[in-house]
């Protein structure tokens, strides 16, 4: 029997792109995308083995954050936006996480929705 193959991962060489961090009460989840919003890399406080009420503490938004910038690295990036969304108690964490892994934050925005009504 023949083993089956898998897809091969192709490296991408993109030097800017955008890191979207959603931390809710619940979970953290960190997408790394490249300027079209192509996705590089992502991961999750559940993905990195925290389970139930330790998924939404700063450390696994952290944790999660690293391992994502970590993959987006290898891709090649230099410089990444930030995007925050919902009320977790990883925010900061997770912007700290991202500062250290990648050495250019060009922006932070806050995209949080807000009702007005």
Not at 82 to 99: D, F, H, N, Q, T
Request: glycine share 8%.
């Amino acid at each position: 029997m023949t083993p089956v193959k898998g897809k091969k991962k192709v490296k991408k060489n993109v030097s800017r792109g955008t890191v979207h961090i959603y931390t809710s009460f619940n979970n953290s989840i960190v997408t790394v995308t490249d300027a079209s919003g192509n996705t590089l890399a992502w991961s999750t406080a559940g993905a990195k083995g925290f389970k139930g009420s330790k998924k939404s503490t700063p450390f696994a938004a952290q944790v999660a954050t690293e391992e994502a910038c970590r993959k987006a690295k290898e891709h090649g990036l230099k410089e990444v936006d930030i995007y925050l969304k919902g009320p977790g108690a990883g925010r900061e964490s997770a912007l700290r996480a991202v500062s250290n892994v990648i050495p250019r934050v060009t922006m932070i925005k806050d995209i949080t929705p807000v009702p007005f009504n």
